[in-house]
């Protein structure tokens, strides 16, 4: 008597044990959610000798609808910036936060919005990768941080020209 005693309370210890590891698996399948952001085609413009400051883009798609609320790196002083013209004369303005309204791409990239990367610590090389950490607000108003290791990419000959050096203006 004893022996089937301990042998079905062995089998309820199983049966209990496969039901709890069941029911965790299951609760974090109904808690998982879409990212609150999706980054795409990253990168970062390497630097020259002697440069301080550098660009970096990437394509943002919010599913539900979240706001860009700010961006760091442990690499630079990094900001969210937008290039636009102002009479005859591109401007670079800070921005306070990007809206990325849900299910819309949002591209960040030469010449038009994009994370400025200020007081750089040591020059961006190609094939080298920056660590960005993008602050984010979802639709609900959740805060929430998304680590991203962007690419570095040679300076292509056409990068001046697109609006990171050669006349942009500062206008604070």
Do not use: C, Y
């Not at 002083?77 to 670079?92: I, K, P, W």
Request: aromatic share 2%.
């Amino acid at each position: 008597m004893i022996r089937s005693e301990v042998t079905m309370f062995g089998k309820l210890s199983r049966r209990a044990a496969l039901w709890a590891l069941a029911s965790t698996l299951a609760a974090g399948a109904v808690q998982a959610q879409p990212p609150v952001v999706q980054v795409q085609d990253a990168w970062a413009r390497a630097t020259v000798p002697g440069q301080g400051a550098s660009g970096a883009f990437m394509t943002l798609t919010a599913p539900q609808g979240a706001t860009l609320v700010g961006v760091s790196s442990p690499a630079a002083t990094a900001e969210l910036h937008e290039m636009a013209m102002d009479g005859n004369v591109m401007r670079m303005r800070p921005l306070a936060t990007l809206a990325l309204p849900p299910g819309q791409a949002v591209t960040l990239k030469p010449g038009g919005v994009h994370v400025m990367l200020l007081d750089l610590k040591a020059p961006l090389t190609a094939g080298a990768t920056l660590p960005l950490t993008l602050q984010l607000r979802d639709a609900q108003g959740a805060s929430s941080q998304l680590e991203v290791q962007v690419p570095v990419r040679a300076l292509g000959g056409s990068a001046m020209g697109q609006g990171m050096g050669h006349g942009a203006m500062h206008g604070r």
